[in-house]
């Protein structure tokens, strides 16, 4: 690398603004993202499939005449999986069953119990009715996504999965297609961006509108997700990707340049971080970056992404690498360590914890089993990975017998009354005994 990769200091006076500033994103981009990002759904709310037909042209360079020429039909998806090379199509129904093995586990039932009066109380969960999935497709596209998304709907019982893809340049990618085939993905609309989102959130003459959107995407599909978030529900911000990794400074250096790497190709806005103790080790990290960077193919991209967003953490010990870790919130943490297991308790914000030297997060990314879809940006502190219960909700179930209707409602009256709402004390009272 030219310039140098950001390097940090737990000790030096100006840690903390500086480890803010690190991770902070740059005001006047994110202004610019909400300003066209608003007018985009505002379009395509008005105007439907004319808007969205539009910002395709706009966006990925595609022209059509109609929307319909955007959906890939069943027959499509399918010949797509023919047409794919065997070794794709045997990785792909590995990484399905590994990722729908993890995912059954998740899977919440309905329950109900009786009190002492025999009142009936539970919980009912049902299916969204229908899910729509953001599947990127700018950069790369991303038939492992497809799975991520798809599987748990499934799973979940979801009636109606419907599936949005870019494709730059209409270049349409079979593994993409073929993935959505193994997953059961009901429709597929070649369409990104924040003009997916909304054809997604507020349906148009072709596209349904649908209960819930999930996926990831760049930031405008992050941004989008967050405006029409109380339109639909959606899963979480799941923005550019993110790698922190806590090293005890044993594990080959070349390893975990390219676990950095691994997550900045994804995205010029990716963010890369190494915490050790050991100052030789993060110097001999970073003289792996600076050999093996003219060896990838996504040279440019992981360049913007470890100069702009990338950082080296020199710590005191591996406590105080939790404490950093847990002050960033990763999307991925990876503890290339001796003994992960040990350092579990002083992790409390990753949206996947990768233990030991020899789990690449890489593996998470395609058939490890958990969910790739991942609360980034720090959200990890209030959110989970993607799963079943994205896609299930549920309903209280409460039936009382007359004696339990009569016990309770005495004690429903008196609160009722206490908060001098007397229709709620006599609807209770009604059901009282004499
Ligand atoms: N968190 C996760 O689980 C996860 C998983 C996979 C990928 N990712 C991330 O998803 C992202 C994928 O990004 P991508 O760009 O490759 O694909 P994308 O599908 O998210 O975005 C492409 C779309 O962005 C829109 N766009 C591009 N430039 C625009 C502009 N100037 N104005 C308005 N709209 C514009 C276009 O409509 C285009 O279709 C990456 O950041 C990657 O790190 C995250
Ligand atoms: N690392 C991404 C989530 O941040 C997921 C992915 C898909 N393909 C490769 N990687
Ligand atoms: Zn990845």
Redesign the pocket.
């Known amino acids: 690398m030219n310039d140098k990769i950001t390097r940090l200091n737990t000790t030096q006076g100006d840690f903390d603004s500086a480890l803010a500033k690190l991770l902070a994103w740059d005001d006047s981009v994110d202004h610019q993202v909400n300003e ?2 608003r007018h ?1 759904l505002r379009d395509v709310k008005t105007r439907g499939d004319a808007a969205v037909l539009e ?1 395709t042209e706009k ?2 360079r595609l022209k059509v005449g109609s929307m319909a020429e955007l959906e890939m039909g069943q027959e499509r998806l399918q010949e797509a999986l023919e047409r794919i090379p065997q070794d794709q199509r045997v990785a792909l129904e590995k990484a399905a069953e590994r990722v729908r093995g993890y995912h059954e586990r998740q899977n919440q039932k309905s329950w109900q119990y009786q009190d002492e009066d025999g009142t009936i109380l539970g919980q009912k969960v049902t299916p969204l009715d229908r899910a729509g999935l953001y599947v ?5 596209a ?1 038939p492992s ?1 497809v799975l991520m998304n798809a599987i748990p709907a499934k799973v979940a019982g979801v009636a109606e999965v419907i599936m949005v ?2 494709t ?1 340049d209409g270049v349409v990618n079979d593994m993409v297609l073929a993935a959505a085939a193994i997953a059961g993905v009901d429709r597929v609309f070649t369409i ?5 989102v909304a054809a997604l959130a507020y349906g148009t003459e072709t596209v349904p509108s649908v209960d819930k959107i999930v996926g ?3 930031i ?2 992050a941004t989008a997700k967050r405006e029409v978030f109380g339109v639909v529900g959606i899963d979480m911000i ?4 993110e790698i922190l990794v806590i090293c005890d400074g044993k594990t080959d250096p070349d390893w975990i340049a390219m676990d950095l790497f691994s ?1 900045a190709e ?2 010029e ?2 963010q890369s971080i190494l915490v050790s103790s050991d100052a030789d080790f993060l110097d001999a990290v970073e003289a792996s970056i600076n050999k093996l960077l003219p060896t990838m193919e996504r040279e440019d991209i992981i360049r913007t992404s470890m100069l702009g967003r990338g950082a080296l953490i020199k710590v005191a010990d591996l406590k105080e690498a939790a404490e950093v870790s847990n002050r960033i919130a990763p ?1 991925h943490l990876e503890l290339s360590v001796e003994d992960p297991q040990a350092m579990l308790d002083d992790i409390r914000h990753a949206g996947a914890i990768f233990m030991g030297r020899y789990t690449a997060e890489a593996l998470g990314d395609y058939c490890a089993g958990p969910n ?3 609360p ?1 940006s720090g959200t990890a502190r209030f959110s989970s990975p993607l799963g079943v219960y994205d896609f299930q909700k549920r309903s209280s179930l409460i039936g009382f017998t007359p004696e339990g209707a009569d016990r309770m409602g005495r004690v429903a009256s008196v609160l009722a009354r206490g908060e001098g709402l007397t229709a709620h004390a006599r609807s209770a009272e009604y059901r009282i005994k004499d």
């Open positions: 066209s990002v985009i910002f966006f990925d990127p497709g700018g950069k790369a991303y996504s893809v870019p730059p990104g961006g924040a003009q997916a990831p995407g760049n405008f599909v799941a923005g550019p990707s997550q994804h995205d806005q990716a999307e790739h879809v991942l980034t």
